[in-house]
Each structure stands twice: as C-alpha cells, then as structure tokens.
C-alpha cells in the first residue's frame, strides 16, 4: 500500500526470485499517478518486468472483490505526520495536484490514513495465523492517542522495531490478522 517509489514492492519481487517457495502474488498501490509511473520505471530498471501488479486506488477504494480476504502480508508506510497547516490533505483526495503533501501528511494527529487503512485492512487481510499487516509510525505520530483508539476498537498493536533517524524515531508496528 502506498507503494511510492515501489521500494518495498521490488524488494519483495527481487526476493521472490531467490526464494524457491515464494509464490505469492506482488501488488503495488499508490493513489498518486506519478508515484506509480516512477514505481513502474524502478520495476524495468531492475529487469523486474511483470513481477508486479499495479493498482491506482485511494487505500482499498479500486481494489476488485475478489482480493478480499486474500492477502498473507499487507505493507504500508504510510503518511504517519501531524499537518503543518490548517490544510489537512491526508482527506484531499480528490484534488491531488504534483506539490501535494501525501507523502507525509496524516492530518492532524498524523494518524488519520492509517486509522482508515486498518480499518479497511482487515476486508483484505487473510484470515490466517500467518497473516500480518506492517505498518509505519513515528514519534510525531500522537502515538498516546492512536494506541489508545487501537486498544479501544480491539486492535492487538505489535511494536517490532523502533529506531531514531535525523528527527523522529521511526517504529514498524504489526497487527496480526487474528487479532483485529
Ligand atoms: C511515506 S510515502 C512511502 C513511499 C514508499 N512506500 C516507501 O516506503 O518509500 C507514502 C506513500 O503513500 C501514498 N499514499 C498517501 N495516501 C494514500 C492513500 N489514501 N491511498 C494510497 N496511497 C496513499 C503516497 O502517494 C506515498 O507514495
């Protein structure tokens, strides 16, 4: 989800080549155009051509039916900080333009995308032991807050890893399927 550059999606694709029993699927999302042209160009420039389907959605919004409750892992680094303006573009999707802040923007408490992308997420997640969503938050993110509204609808919160780079610590956080 949010497959930007498409770093994470070739990194899945380059592993699936080494991995003998790797068989799933790789899809690639992003709302933004661009984000999927430069994804598209970072797949040819490593010889990964048709490794990957490409989807242009807003979260699950263009995702056909028949991939509910189909995925084993779901990924997102998604726009995790708190607005910088009263402008929250995290609900501006209709109006993308090329300097819009979805990159980073996750509206007033930084965590208004990821709250709807869990919320989606569990339509689409396979209902397995060995299924899991990753995701991406920050200490600008108002972690209190988010974990508090993860605990109250249920939500059981893994904190994998949590690392300080340049401003922010930066924390991979994990839901298993089985516990949403
Ligand atoms: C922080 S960037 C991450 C890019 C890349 N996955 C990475 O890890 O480098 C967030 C990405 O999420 C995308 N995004 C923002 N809002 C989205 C939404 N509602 N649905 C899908 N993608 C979204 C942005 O276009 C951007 O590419």
Redesign the pocket.
């Known amino acids: ?9 070739l990194f899945l694709a380059l592993a699936k080549e080494n991995i003998k029993d790797f068989k799933s699927k790789i899809i690639a ?4 155009e ?2 999927l042209k430069c994804a598209k160009l970072n797949e040819k420039h490593n010889n990964l051509s048709n490794e990957i389907t490409f989807i242009k ?5 263009s995702f056909p039916n028949s991939y509910k409750n189909s995925f084993s892992v779901i ?6 900080l708190p607005s910088i303006s009263n402008t929250d573009y ?1 609900d501006n ?1 209709n109006n993308i333009n090329e300097n819009n802040d ?3 923007d996750g509206g007033k408490q930084g965590f208004n ?1 990821i709250l ?2 869990l919320n989606q997420s569990k339509f689409y997640i396979k209902r397995s032991k060995r299924s899991h969503i990753y995701y ?1 938050t920050s200490s600008k993110t108002d972690l209190d807050l988010f974990y508090d509204i993860l605990d109250r609808n249920g939500y059981k919160n893994q904190i994998i890893e949590r690392e300080h780079y340049f401003f922010e610590d930066i924390i991979l956080n994990r839901i298993d399927s089985m516990n949403f």
């Open positions: 989800m949010g497959t930007g550059t498409g770093i994470i999606a999302s992003d709302i933004s661009n984000a959605s807003n979260l699950f919004a990924i997102f680094n998604p726009p995790y995290s999707h979805l990159t980073w995308i709807k992308f991406i």
